[in-house]
């Protein structure tokens, strides 16, 4: 069972805000062993990484999107989500959500991503 | 942000064969170095974390070392499983940042 699933529109029009929701099954979101992760990759183009979110709602995103990410948690329904505001083409990709272990772990585990375009 | 620079980009190798990647950094990342490995249509898999741990499940032909600034990832016998592309990643200084990945092609 995989336990991280992304959700939500594949398709977002130019200056929108894409958001996207990630379910975590298999264990709590509030257990404070792991960091909540959003990465990207452009089609056929490598790996981004977006940014995170810990148990306690402290927030990290990358300097260069930080003015249009915000990641939040919804612990009543054990998910947390991302929201990209004003994209472009540029943002058109394979959104994954993830679990980074706290520690010197990297991303053990990846949701199975989903494409989102954006296209008038 | 910390640069990682992979060599290859690209590989041709063949069944059996001994195949290396590395990955170079800008500044030091400390043990903070992982690997990944991405098949077509798939999530990465992460295979080898803090240099050379290897991740749970992965086989033993995969091997990581290195220090500082440049990090190795070995496969010592490739298999028809481990036609691939490759990552690796650091978390030692946040934004997180990847490898631009090496493809690994059957000759």
């Known amino acids: 069972q995989v336990p991280l699933q992304e959700s939500g529109p594949g398709l977002v029009k130019p200056s929108q805000t894409l958001s996207l929701t990630c379910t975590v099954s298999?264990?709590?979101?509030?257990?404070?062993?792991?960091?909540w992760s959003w990465i990207r990759q452009h089609p056929g183009k490598g790996l981004e990484w977006i940014g995170y979110?810990?148990?306690?709602?402290?927030?990290y995103y990358k300097p260069s999107l930080k003015s249009r990410v915000t990641i939040a948690l919804d612990t009543s329904k054990n998910q947390f989500s991302l929201k990209l505001s004003s994209v472009t083409a540029a943002d058109t990709a394979v959104y994954y959500c993830?679990?980074?272990?706290?520690?010197?772990?990297?991303?053990?585990?990846w949701g199975q991503g989903t494409l989102v375009t954006v296209s008038a | 942000d910390i640069q990682l620079t992979q060599s290859p980009s690209f590989l041709s190798a063949s069944v059996g064969d001994r195949v290396t990647i590395t990955c170079r950094a800008s500044?030091?990342?400390?043990?903070?170095l992982g690997w990944y490995q991405q098949k077509p249509g798939k999530a990465p898999k992460l295979l080898i974390y803090?240099?050379?741990t290897l991740e749970s499940g992965v086989p033993s032909r995969f091997s990581g070392s290195g220090s500082g600034t440049e990090f190795t990832l070995t496969i010592s016998s490739l298999q028809p499983e481990d036609f691939a592309t490759y990552y690796c990643?650091?978390?030692?200084?946040?934004?997180?940042?990847f490898g631009q990945g090496t493809k690994v092609e059957i000759k």
């Open positions: 993830a679990r980074d272990p706290v520690g010197a772990k990297p991303t053990d585990y």
């Open positions: 298999g264990g709590s979101i509030s257990s404070g062993a792991y960091y």
């Open positions: 979110i810990y148990s306690n709602g402290n927030t």
């Open positions: 500044q030091g990342v400390r043990s903070y």
């Open positions: 803090t240099v050379s």
């Open positions: 990643q650091q978390i030692s200084s946040y934004p997180a940042t």
